[in-house]
């Protein structure tokens, strides 16, 4: 069967075999069943493709379903943590004691991974490696040594095919694996999972929004940083500026109330801009930094196999509990009409606005709280403006319910 004629229905009824075991990967560079929005996850480069119509998180969402299977539970709308951030039995904010160097912020990712492989809980960690030629060329593999994994630190802010790998599965000896990956990747990850030749499967999520392509990434770079050849990682921290790191060690940074949104506005990927699943729905452990204070990671544990995971690493962490300080409401606001009407600030206006966010401002998960509602409010208003067909039922309950505190531009 070709991959054409299985992938519309990916159905099983009647047949004896089941449909990834008849299909074949899409031909790399053809039109993905998402088109304009997909986000290049990898899966329709796998026999998995075969379960592409339930399974991609561009052409149907079920976040109820996905929360249910994977915790037990979906979240609960009444509490303002599981609005916002998913289900959830544990948050804490860590960094590790001894920090991994070259890790995009203390490691504590790579450091599991390195863990689960140690500690025999798994055979494989499906990971993101760069490219020999381009160190923010995405190259997911399945680890199997710790220095495998260690040589994946490191965010490649780019959208990644993780879901590839899933094709190296099938006689591999892989029986149990820890993927680590962001959202769309895991959604699409979590609905083939039963179909998957594994006994276990552990999943380590990280946050994401804002994504791009390489040629996106350039422009981004090219925009923002003064020397954008010599990137060689960056993050939005929260303390509301772009750090730049640059091969020679030294550090950049830029507010991010002076980005040139007019040129910017075209660089996320179409993918990121209908994106709900900021803070990983679907993972067992979710280990990013927005709801943090500055400098430290944050961690979300959704079900007892994600305690399995930070078991891992827990005695080498630092750890506190998530604090929360600040309104972020008007600041949301206000970023919506100013991010409608494309407007550029001055630097040194940038700078201080820049300087009393960072004084006054959201900290910890109100931060947190404050990005969310930034993506939220733009990509549902990017949707009814680009995808009208769609956006009612694109845009979950979850993300629904906070939407609708804010008052946006019509589309
Ligand atoms: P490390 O130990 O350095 O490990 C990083 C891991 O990221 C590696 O295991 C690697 O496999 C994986 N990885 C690298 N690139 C990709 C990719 N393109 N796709 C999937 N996996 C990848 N956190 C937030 O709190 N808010 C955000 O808005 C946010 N946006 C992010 C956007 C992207 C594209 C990515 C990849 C991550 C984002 N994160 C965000 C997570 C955060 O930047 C850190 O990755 C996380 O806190 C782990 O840090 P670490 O030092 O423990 O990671
Ligand atoms: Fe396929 Fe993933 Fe693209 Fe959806 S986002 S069309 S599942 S590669």
Known sequence: MTAASSTPSGATAGSATPPHERARPLAKGSVYPAKDLCSQCGLCDSRWVAYVRRACAFLSQNFEAMEATAHGRSRRLDDEDELYFGVQQRMLSARLQQPIAGAQWTGIVSRIGVRA????????????????????????????????????RVNKPTLSPNLEVL???????????????????????????STLPLEQLYVLGLPCVDNVSREGLQTFLESASRSPETVVHYEFMQDFRIHFRHSDGSEETVPFFGLDTPKLKDVFAPSCL???DYTNAGADLVVGYMGASFGRQ???????????LLDLVEPELDTAPVTSRGDRRAAVQQGIDAYDKALKLPRWLAELVGFL?????????????????????RNALWLRRHHPEMAERHIPAFARRIVERYRLPSP
Not at 132 to 143: E, G, Q, Y
Not at 167 to 188: M, T
Not at 300 to 305: C, E
Request: glycine fraction near 10%; hydrophobic fraction near 40%; include cysteine.
């Open 298 to 308: 944050w961690i979300t544990v959704r079900n007892p196999r994600g305690q399995v």
């Open 357 to 377: 966010v960072q004084r006054v401002g959201p900290q910890g998960l109100e931060y947190g709280r404050f990005s969310i509602d930034s993506h939220f409010t």
């Open 274 to 276: 209908s994106c709900f």
């Open 167 to 193: 094709e190296q599965l099938p006689g591999s000896g892989i029986q149990r694996l820890l993927a680590i990956g962001v959202g769309c990747q895991i959604q699409a990850l979590r609905a083939v999972q």
């Open 117 to 152: 492989l140690e500690t025999g809980l798994v055979d494989a960690v499906l990971c993101v490696g760069q490219s020999p030629d381009d160190r923010f060329t995405p190259v997911p593999v399945l680890a199997r040594t710790p220095e495998q994994v260690l040589a994946a």
